[in-house]
């Protein structure tokens, strides 16, 4: 009797570290795919921003020196921004209003001033 009840404590025990076992590596897999999204959309953001940076630098003539054709911003025939989905670029009197979606994510709206 007594082994059997040392039996099924093994078997209980076995069952439980397993459960927790596998639990935690699918909540580890979870946690690592959450963090690889959050990392991608980060240097996303980065990336725009550095472009709004980079147009507010260079803010004469944007409207002739922008060219976006095949998913690709160019800046003077130079590749500028890649994966963009939408992009629109209105000149105002003493500012430019650009719009600015990017991998399907994050869109924008930039005023930036000449």
Do not use: G
Not at 11 to 25: C, Q, R, T, Y
Not at 64 to 80: A, R
């Amino acid at each position: 009797m007594k082994n059997s009840f040392t039996l099924l404590e093994i078997i209980l025990s076995i069952l439980i570290s397993s459960i927790v076992i596998i639990n935690s590596a699918y909540f580890s897999k979870e946690l690592f795919q959450t963090n690889k999204d959050m990392q991608n959309i980060e240097i996303l953001k980065l990336d725009l921003l550095s472009t709004k940076i980079f147009l507010q630098k260079n803010n004469t003539s944007l409207e002739e020196n922008l060219d976006f054709k095949d998913n690709t911003l160019y800046f003077k025939e130079k590749i500028l921004l890649l994966n963009v989905n939408e992009f629109t670029i209105l000149k105002k009197s003493k500012y430019y209003e650009i719009s600015i979606k990017t991998n399907m994510r994050i869109k924008e709206n930039w005023i930036i001033s000449i």
